[in-house]
């Protein structure tokens, strides 16, 4: 099962919006509204932000929102911040796996 | 509180075995899955496999087929993960992660167990 691709990298600036992608297929994101997405800071373990494609844990803040379209799920983190600055990762339950992850965003605050 | 907690970490040589344990507590072990999801260095997540908390049934990705058992002693609310074979690309940061029955994400992870490959 290939991972989901998400962008090496992405950057914006404090107070800016960034949206990072998830690209899967019809057998993962497109199959299911089973997409989490993680986020992780160096040496840490992952923290979950956004499951079942929207929805947000308790604690977690509503500057981040999850969506998907066909195939490809989206993360958007609105009103950034210096302590978002960190890798995340996309998840989702698949016909096969039967989970997968993607390989990971890298965010740069400036 | 609800905690995930994992074993040190490991050196072991190529073809060694290495077991992992995760010991859990502040929640109802038999109301999750015991997930494993390792992470190369520098790397993204890899999914490993998953342990039945109601019974001893166990999914693993095909690639760790025949090299990767999970188990459990749910009498001390600790899961395991042992993979044999180690080659040098198993070097990585193992993480046990629950999953509540009838979800699908990973609510709550363990701190991760470095496990380094080397003759």
């Known amino acids: 099962q290939s991972a989901l691709t998400q962008p090496a990298s992405v950057s914006g600036s404090l107070g800016q919006s960034i949206t990072i992608s998830c690209a899967g297929t019809?057998?993962?994101?497109?199959?299911?509204?089973?997409v989490s997405w993680y986020q992780q800071y160096p040496g840490k373990a992952p923290k979950v932000l956004i499951y079942e494609v929207s929805n947000r844990p308790s604690g977690v803040s509503n500057r981040f929102s999850g969506s998907k379209s066909g195939n490809t799920a989206s993360l958007t983190i609105s009103g950034l911040q210096a302590e978002d600055e960190a890798d995340y990762f996309c998840s989702s339950y698949t016909t096969k796996s039967p989970w997968v992850f993607g390989g990971g965003t890298k965010l740069t605050v400036l | 509180q609800e905690q995930l907690v994992q074993s040190g970490a490991e050196l072991r040589k190529p073809g060694a075995s290495v077991k992992i344990s995760c010991k859990a507590s502040g929640f109802e072990f038999t109301d999750y899955y015991i997930h494993w999801v390792r992470q190369a260095p520098g790397q993204g997540l890899e999914w490993m496999g998953r342990?039945?908390?109601?019974?001893?049934?166990?999914n693993s990705v095909q690639k760790f087929l025949g090299r990767v058992t999970m188990t459990k002693d749910t009498s001390i609310t600790t899961a395991y993960m042992e993979l044999r074979g180690l080659r040098s690309d198993d070097t990585a940061v193992y993480y046990c992660?629950?999953?509540?029955?009838?979800?699908?994400?990973?609510?709550?992870w363990g701190q991760g167990t470095l496990v380094t490959v080397s003759s």
């Open positions: 019809s057998n993962d994101v497109g199959a299911f509204n089973y």
């Open positions: 992660a629950r999953v509540r029955l009838g979800s699908t994400h990973f609510d709550h």
């Open positions: 342990i039945n908390p109601k019974n001893i049934g166990t």
